[in-house]
């Protein structure tokens, strides 16, 4: 059996004073597929680095065979030092590779190399530290987190790409599809120790959970011994004295036993906080258009969205996705049609360039607004610092300024923050960047249990599976088509992967408007009582809508109850019965909408 070309052994490291890896093993042969998976801050990125030599460990040794050649992609590669885009990458070439594969990769990656490195985006710089990587074919390929910033055809791209190299390959991702397709063996960092797992990763998370379930028994075990001892020590009978002695060193050695003990980390805590119930009607999209430079992003769009629905946008970078979530939540208006928002919205949103957090800001103040100590939750009140560790954040972090903070973490405050918020209506862009597995887990099951309607975008596929109800493809052009179903799903009804964009089936539904063939064979019509209600509700929800109005400007008297308690009594009466009217009148407007499109031609 060939020796491993890469071995880590007993490797420790100590960071700001606290023991980050203390006891972490790796070995990667010839043609590995190996993942490597633990919580935001177990230090996987780390021991990578440790792995191509970028640190050095406190402890251990690392040893690389002298004819093993590898790269590292690290999750913010820098260009800085080069001219252009081609020059980066032909500076990762070894003195025997061809640059044919350099000018391949750029080419597929949507790159031509003469790119200023100072002028990329994040996706773009992405890529082009990608293509330094790969150009090589290197015997080790050392990836953090290699699908970050990147969209789904890419994504799908890479995965193809690697499945393709002799490569052996060491991977760092928080995208489950990811690891599952392209892993076969996992190593798991855990409270600073590494435990090997010699199957994939979609063996990974049930053997976890045993390890994690039979951790939790032998703890069990350990305090009723150390009850137990206890108890002889207070009541037994008295021995010898050397008997007393050996027994008493015991028990010291027991406590140290548990107090020493790493427990595993505990999980993120997520809830939602609920708001009103919007009404049946929640967005409705008539035949928009937007364009930038002439470049068509959304052309005739007519789309709705209804209480409870869950729709995700799928397209690549730069199809417009976060432009058509503005124009469907009405932060930014359609150059052509309209969008009609419906009642009683309580609409929170997550932003995936985190720009909606002040770097000066504590943790505290971000959740909290600044000015108090607490959060509110479904109409409690929960103070701030427990409201942290639900997202696993330590107390002594509450004056941590977010600009300390790491990209998970920051994710993690994000998202805390969103959640905290009462809504009906949940905004989601990119909400799965840089968090770990486990706060997946538990986010995918807090919106499975929303009663309120999402609209989110993502490129995680084993997300979007298990999240979305319809997915709204970007099929170039400014063309956007509906498809029932997740991710998968769209995915058999197009009969293409999210590379290559296809006319797409008939079964489809479109999301543009579609002449549909008569149907000689029924003769139901709208009756003359529905024909006049879908011709007068409309005005009448206006009207409902202008008394909310002046409701709402009655009430946002703060001084109203103690001045006038019988009108702050009646304003508040009357604002619960036009609510509820309005939400009724939208619901039989949309009823009649519907069957009058279902019946006429």
């Avoid at 050649?69 to 590779?97: I, M, T, W």
């Avoid at 076969?184 to 600073?192: A, E, H, N, Q």
């Avoid at 720009?355 to 929960?382: C, Q």
């Avoid at 409701?551 to 702050?568: C, M, N, S, T, V």
Wanted: glycine share 8%; with cysteine; proline share 5%.
């Amino acid at each position: 059996m060939a020796p491993p070309l890469l071995t880590l052994q007993d490797v420790a490291l100590t960071l700001g004073g606290k023991p980050l890896i203390d006891a972490a093993d790796l070995s990667v042969e010839r043609g590995d597929r190996i993942c490597l998976v633990g919580r935001n801050g177990s230090g996987k990125s780390t021991l990578l680095k440790i792995a191509a030599g970028e640190i050095e460990p406190d402890r251990g040794t690392r040893f690389l065979q002298p004819d093993a050649s590898v790269r590292y992609l690290p999750q913010e590669p820098n260009l800085s030092g080069f001219p252009d885009v081609y020059s980066f990458v032909a500076a990762g070439l070894g003195p025997s590779d061809a640059d044919y594969r350099a000018h391949y990769l750029l080419d597929a990656l949507g790159l031509t190399g003469t790119e200023n490195p100072g002028t990329l985006s994040g996706g773009e710089a992405r890529r082009a530290a990608l293509a330094r990587a790969l150009a090589p074919e290197p015997d080790i390929l050392l990836l953090d987190e290699p699908t970050n910033h990147l969209d789904l055809p890419a994504i799908e791209w890479l995965e193809s790409e690697l499945g393709q190299l002799r490569s052996a390959l060491v991977l760092i991702s928080h995208d489950r599809r990811f690891l599952q397709n392209l892993s076969r063996k996992t190593v798991w960092l855990d409270r600073g120790a590494t435990r090997r797992l010699e199957r994939g990763f979609a063996e990974f998370e049930a053997w976890r959970d045993s390890l994690l379930e039979q951790e939790e028994r032998d703890a069990q075990k350990l305090d009723r011994k150390i009850v137990a001892e206890e108890h002889w020590v207070r009541y037994g009978v008295t021995a010898r004295r050397k008997r007393n002695v050996r027994r008493m060193a015991e028990l010291g050695a027991l406590r140290e036993a548990r107090q020493s003990a790493k427990r595993a980390i505990g999980d993120v805590k997520i809830s939602v906080a609920e708001g009103l119930v919007s009404g049946k009607l929640v967005v409705e999209a008539e035949k928009i258009g937007k364009a930038f430079d002439a470049r068509p992003i959304v052309k005739n769009l007519s789309l709705r969205i209804l209480r409870g629905d869950r729709l995700a946008l799928v397209g690549p970078n730069g199809a417009g996705k976060t432009t058509l979530i503005n124009m469907l939540t009405g932060v930014e208006p359609p150059d052509s049609g309209s969008v009609r928002l419906g009642s009683n919205l309580q609409m929170a949103s997550l932003d995936q360039r985190r720009a909606a957090l002040d770097p000066d800001a504590t943790l505290a103040d971000t959740l909290t607004g600044g000015g108090s100590d607490w959060v509110e939750i479904n109409g409690e009140r929960k103070h701030v610092i427990g409201y942290m560790k639900d997202f696993l954040f330590p107390p002594e972090q509450a004056r941590t300024p977010t600009k300390n903070l790491s990209g998970g973490e920051r994710a993690r405050l994000l998202l805390a923050r969103a959640l905290a918020q009462p809504s009906n209506f949940l905004v989601l862009d990119e909400p799965t960047n840089d968090l770990d597995l486990e706060t997946l887990d538990l986010l995918q099951e807090t919106l499975s249990d929303y009663p309120g309607t999402l609209l989110l975008v993502s490129h995680d596929r084993d997300f979007l599976d298990r999240i979305a109800g319809t997915v709204l493809a970007s099929e170039g052009d400014g063309l956007w088509i509906e498809y029932a179903g997740g991710y998968s799903d769209m995915l058999r009804q197009r009969g293409a992967s999210a590379a290559e964009p296809r006319t797409p089936p008939a079964s489809a539904k479109k999301a543009q408007k579609i002449e549909q063939p008569r149907n000689t064979a029924s003769k139901r019509r709208l009756s003359f009582s529905e024909k006049h209600a879908l011709e007068t509700l409309p005005a009448h929800m206006e009207q409902l809508r202008a008394k909310l109005a002046k409701l709402h400007e009655i009430l946002d008297d703060h001084g109203l109850y103690a001045r006038d308690p019988k009108r702050f009594a009646e304003a508040t009466a009357l604002l619960a019965k036009v609510e509820s009217e309005l939400v009724a009148s939208e619901d039989r407007w949309l009823e009649l909408e519907i069957l009058r499109e279902t019946l006429e031609p």
